[in-house]
Each structure stands twice: as C-alpha cells, then as structure tokens.
C-alpha cells in the first residue's frame, strides 16, 4: 500500500502569490497515476489534475502538477481569493486508492 | 452533465447497518467505475471501496473490509454501500465519486455526500 505524505501541513500565502504543495509516495507510482483535488468547506472535493500534470477539464491554467515516481508537486502560479482551500492529492492507479493527509491554504 | 445524489446516511446506534444508495445520472452508469470515500469530521479524506463498471470487481479498504459491501445496479444507474456492524470512527460524511475508467481511474465527479453518524 503506497502511503502519501504532504507537506506543508498548512501554508499561508497571499492573493497573487505562488503556491507549491508536495506529496511524496512511499514507493514510485505506477504510471504516474496521480490526482490532485480541491475541497472547500462544507463542499465535495473538486477534481483538480491527473496523471500527475494534466489538468481536469475546466480547470485554470495557473494550477499545474508535476513529479513522477515518488516526488509530486501542485503549484498555483498566482493565487486567486477562490483557491484558499485544502488540497489533496490521491494514487488510483490500483487499489487501495490512498489519499495524502491534505495541505490547507490559507489567507495571510 | 454527470449528477451523483447519495442518500441513505442518519444516526445509528454502534453494531447496527445501513445501506447508503448513489443515484447517477448524465452518463453512461455502467461504462465506468464507481468508488466511495468517506470524511469523518474535522479529517481528511479516506478511500472506502470501489468496483468496476461491470460491478465484477470490487475493493475494500482494509478499515472496513468484511463489514461493508459495495454494488450496483447498472438498470437503475445506482451505486450502494451496504455497511454492516457500525462503529463509532465509522461516523463521517460518505461521498460517491465516479472514476474515469471500466475498471479503475480517478475520481473525476463526486456527489454532496451524506452523513453517517453512529453513537450510543
């Protein structure tokens, strides 16, 4: 079972700076089947980026992924007030179809 | 555009089931994958169980196998969770997602969710 860890935890920034989220695998994801997704309060998370760099049909470019086999990063080149969220990333190549821990950004 | 409505969810006692239900609609039910993911409160997301558009293959996390069973009816375009001998870390709010695939893919569509509490 592949465990993910993200980091940072929490991290603070301000509209119309640059964002960089990890998540790092506990073993090389095959194929590099990597999601990111979005979650706001009290809502369904949000499908964000697969494969670890493509993005999800309706998604704005200033979000990106990269990485491959154990190292992953979301960046969000210039924050917009919307994307003040948690942020997750996910393995679904095979099950089981673990969920990193999250990284929650915030306003500063 | 793809609709998933979850409902099924209430206040149990620990020990008791409940079967959650995904009514699907906007696509084609049973060309895809279908999972559930739950989110106790205050936590982070947690895959639950998943099974291929054919409803032959299906995957439990190891919190829950043997306790919840899922399936689906591609004639009704519904996805179930049957949940057997509830427990109190059980409690969380339970989403279906669609996956992007037959068999397995990312979880590119999710319902509002529905909650699940289960106290003495």
């Known amino acids: 079972e592949i465990v993910l860890t993200q980091s940072p935890g929490t991290v603070s920034l301000s509209p119309g700076e640059r964002a960089t989220l990890s998540c790092r695998a506990s073993?090389?994801?095959?194929?590099?089947?990597l999601a990111w997704y979005q979650q706001k309060p009290g809502q369904a998370p949000r499908f964000l980026i697969y494969?670890?760099?493509s993005r999800a049909t309706g998604i704005p470019d200033r979000f990106s992924g990269s990485g491959s086999g154990t190292d992953f990063t979301l960046t969000i080149s210039r924050l917009e007030p919307e994307d003040f969220a948690v942020y997750y990333c996910?393995?679904?190549?095979?099950?089981?179809?673990?969920f990193g821990q999250g990284t929650k950004l915030e306003i500063k | 555009e793809v609709q998933l409505l979850e409902s099924g969810g209430g206040l149990l006692q620990p020990g008791g089931s409940l079967r959650l239900s995904c009514a699907a609609s906007?696509?084609?039910?049973?060309?895809?994958?279908m999972a559930w993911v739950r989110q106790a409160p205050g936590k982070g997301l947690e895959w639950v169980s998943a099974?291929?558009?054919?409803?032959?293959?299906?995957y439990h996390a190891g919190s829950v196998k043997g306790r919840f069973t899922i399936s689906r009816d591609n004639s009704k375009n519904t996805l179930y969770l049957q949940m057997n001998f509830l427990r109190v870390e059980d409690t969380a709010v339970y989403y279906c997602?669609?996956?992007?695939?037959?068999?397995?893919?990312?979880?590119?569509?999710w319902g509002q969710g529905t909650l699940v509490i289960v106290s003495s």
């Open positions: 494969g670890a760099s």
């Open positions: 996910q393995v679904y190549g095979s099950s089981p179809y673990t």
């Open positions: 997602a669609k996956q992007s695939g037959q068999y397995w893919g990312s979880f590119n569509d």
């Open positions: 906007g696509f084609t039910f049973s060309y895809f994958a």
């Open positions: 073993q090389t994801v095959t194929g590099n089947y």
């Open positions: 099974l291929s558009g054919s409803g032959d293959s299906t």
